[in-house]
């Protein structure tokens, strides 16, 4: 008995050092086998307290008996074991043979995952986080037509793509607005905190735009705005006295609260402008596939001289066209040169969205 223990303690613990399954056969098997000798054990006892009257030399020869029929199961029991374990041993093999597939597998999708991972809310966030969860949610009962500059998706038809964006339609203080017959006051002075920062560029589908890092703020009547991301419409979406620009950059900040502000800088054709021409040589060569740019960006290039500016109160220029966005529109414009705007117009030939209705909002200037 002793011999049986110890022969089935050495093979299991061999075969679970072995195998790396669950070793659940194994342990099944042999805590079967251990069974059946005790229950051997107990009846031999009672044979023998049955039989104890009889004969010595009897008693020894079914003890002797009893031994061998011992010996020929731990035998047998030994050879069944060792037949497991062969199986056991070939079958960890040929995991270790099909391991390095799995492990190749595995390790190579996160290397290209995280790509698409920020990608996508990046590209979220260049259309408003409102606007796609309202999408999402309503995706069946709305069309399936996104927003756009001409067609079927045109600005008049922006208010009616998904009811988040009803505001298109229906908001009273909407943008863009020709600025005139503003009041002549003294404006605070509009500061500017830039500073080199990392930048990444993305074609979000609607436009170029350069989401910046963090610590870029402005200041408007000592309230902070920090600066988000800027962008480019082509022809300018707001207009002076009637009149367009070839293009414009909005600059876009968000206070603590929430609250958005936008810059305005007006573009005119000219000389080359160092800053855009750094923007154009990271433009991706995919839509919505975001590049981080190595070099950092300094925006107080992007800047005109001066600083004067008209101020009103409108909405995004794009849907969900949301209200409550504090516009600053610089004086003074800025120039590119016919090559730099050559480029977007290739990408983005028109993207402005039609002059809104100033109905009666007080739109103020500085001296
Ligand atoms: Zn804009």
């Known amino acids: 008995m002793r011999r049986l223990s110890a022969v089935l303690v050495s093979l299991l613990i061999c075969g679970s050092a072995i195998a790396n ?24 006892s009672s044979k023998e307290t049955k039989s104890s009257k009889s004969s010595k030399d009897k008693e020894a020869k079914s003890a002797e008996a009893a031994r061998a029929k011992e010996s020929m199961a731990a035998d047998e029991l030994a050879v069944k074991i060792a037949e497991r374990l062969s199986v056991l041993r070939k079958e960890k093999d040929d995991a270790a043979k099909m391991a390095p597939r799995p492990v190749v597998r595995s390790y190579a999708p996160p290397v290209r995952r995280p790509d698409h991972a920020e990608v996508k809310p990046k590209a979220a966030a260049a259309d408003g986080h409102a606007a796609n969860a309202a999408a ?16 079927e998706g045109g600005p008049l038809s922006w208010g009616k793509l998904n009811p988040s964006y009803a505001a298109c ?9 020709d600025i005139r017959d503003g009041i002549h006051v003294d404006l605070d002075p509009l500061s500017f905190d830039y500073k080199p920062s990392r930048f990444s560029v993305i074609d979000n589908g609607h436009t170029i735009q350069v989401n910046m890092g963090a610590g870029n703020y402005i200041n408007v009547s000592g309230k902070n705005y920090e600066l988000l991301q800027f962008h480019f419409h082509k022809p300018s979406e707001e207009r002076v006295n009637g009149k367009s620009f070839e293009m414009v950059v909005h600059l876009v900040h968000k206070g603590g609260d929430g609250k958005l502000a936008v810059v305005a800088v007006l573009i005119e054709r000219g000389k080359a402008q160092a800053l855009v021409q750094s923007v154009w040589n990271n433009l991706p060569l995919e839509k919505n596939e975001s590049v981080q740019a190595l070099s950092t960006m300094d925006l107080n290039q992007l800047l005109p001289t001066k600083r004067e500016y008209y101020t009103y109160m ?26 730099q705007l050559a480029i977007f117009n290739r990408l983005y030939p028109m993207n402005a969205r039609p002059i809104q209705k100033t109905a009666g909002r007080l739109i103020k200037e500085s001296n």
């Not at 056969?25 to 059946?36: C, R, W, Y």
């Not at 969900?320 to 590119?336: A, F, T």
């Open 21 to 44: 399954d669950p070793p659940a056969k194994p342990i099944k098997q042999a805590s079967a086998k251990e069974d059946a000798p005790d229950k051997e054990d107990s009846k031999s």
């Open 136 to 151: 999402l949610a309503g995706a069946s009962a709305h069309s399936a037509i996104h927003w756009s500059y001409e067609g």
């Open 169 to 177: 339609d229906n908001g009273q203080r909407q943008s863009p607005i």
């Open 314 to 339: 409108g909405s995004l220029t794009t849907p969900p066209c949301s209200e409550g966005v504090l516009w600053l529109v610089m004086k003074e414009n800025i120039e590119i040169s016919p090559e």
